[in-house]
């Protein structure tokens, strides 16, 4: 019997993208690979990891691949294991893509029915009934896995049922517990846990991933994904998710402007402004905001040298930003004032920065 004790297709999953689980090829993480290698071989697998980084890096991706290799009975006692690569037909492998392996748990937000959307949390009820496959003992004495997927869903309540089990694991039991913002886990969770932070993925590992998920993604034109790489930072879903001309132009258009402070175009400002406060431009103004955010990241890093004085206006702005945007979607409020005085603010800010 399925151990996934949500059942239907994830809530977040990109559309036409394969599921991580479904995902056997992987691109690069190597020394993320070996830290799991490492411990098969010694016998010493820690019992609780915290895989942590940007969203569509493939930590999920990283998990089913542990996770495949440990529930083959065979590769997890093999102490010369090299990799943790699983081919597609072995039993293993076919029972965790069904998520029908009966000593593996997933954890992750319900998904949409006809009559709900997805659900927003992954409630207590649920981690406590996948959490019973932990009170036996596995049927072949091997490793009995949960997959949490990801750590941002759990409540309050969720997350403490979870940390009993980790506090006092049985013995060979492994979690894998997914997070795209590892500092924001709970405290105890977090010291219990291995952590294992997963980069940005390098330009041409993107590429190959990109490659190797057939058409329609590997049908599209290369200078198109050249022109997304830039602002896919680092991850592929993001990559993804912008392999459209449309939308990498408009990225050019606000970068052009936000490359431009503190001189600001006020015609070309007023312009976006006014796109982007009608009612179907919300895609487009929820990629504004991530352009400005990424933009004024890379200002950071890029002046971190100056110190935090001189580079706290580009904080400051920031936050405002952040608080004035969820003020905008909580109280429906037009947007182009936001917008106008979001770029005189930037303006301002990289002025004093200078």
């Given at each position: ?32 690979e ?25 930590k999920a ?26 081919p597609?037909?072995t039993?293993?492998?076919r ?28 409630p ?25 997927d990801?750590?941002?869903d ?6 403490n049922?979870l ?27 977090r010291?219990?846990?291995?952590r ?8 041409r ?11 329609p ?9 050249d ?32 490359n ?15 796109s982007?406060s ?5 895609d ?8 400005v ?17 001189r580079l706290?206006?580009l904080v ?16 429906n409020?037009d ?14 800010a990289?002025r004093?920065?200078?």
């Open positions: 019997m399925s151990r996934d004790v949500q059942g239907g297709a994830e809530p977040d999953q990109l559309e036409g993208a394969p599921h991580p689980r479904e995902q056997f090829a992987f691109f690069g993480h190597r020394e993320g070996e830290d799991f290698l490492e411990g098969l071989r010694s016998g010493r697998l820690h019992h609780a990891w915290l895989i942590g980084g940007a969203q569509g890096i493939g991706t990283l998990a089913y691949r542990v996770a495949r290799t440990v529930l083959d009975p065979q590769r997890s006692r093999d102490r010369a294991i090299a990799s943790l690569d699983v597609h037909g039993h293993a492998a029972q965790v893509a069904a998520l029908s392996h009966p000593n593996l748990s997933v954890l992750r937000r319900a998904p949409a029915t006809d009559k709900k959307g997805p659900s927003a949390t992954i207590v009820d649920a981690v406590r009934r996948a959490l019973a496959m932990f009170g036996s003992t596995a049927a072949d004495g091997g490793y009995r896995v949960c997959i949490v990801s750590a941002e759990l409540t309050i309540s969720s997350a049922a940390l009993k089990v980790i506090e006092e694991p049985p013995p060979r039991s492994l979690f894998l517990i997914v997070s795209h913002a590892p500092q924001r886990v709970l405290p105890t969770i010291s219990r846990c291995r294992l932070l997963l980069r940005p993925l390098e330009d590992d993107i590429r190959a991933a990109i490659g190797s998920l057939g058409s993604w590997s049908d599209i034109p290369q200078d198109l994904v022109q997304a790489l830039p602002y896919g930072e680092g991850s592929v879903r993001r990559t993804l998710e912008l392999l459209d001309a449309e939308k990498v132009a408009f990225i050019d258009q606000v970068t052009r402007l936000l431009g402070l503190p001189t600001t175009d006020a015609r070309q400002v007023l312009a976006l402004a006014e982007l009608r009612r179907d431009a919300d487009s103004y929820a990629l504004a905001l991530e352009t955010e990424r933009w004024v990241s890379e200002r950071l890093h890029e002046q971190a040298g100056l110190g935090a004085s706290a206006p400051e702005v920031c936050e405002k930003i952040g608080r004035s945007a969820r003020e905008i979607d909580v109280f409020l947007r182009r004032p936001f917008i106008l005085t979001m770029f005189d603010d930037l303006a301002d990289v004093r920065a200078a």
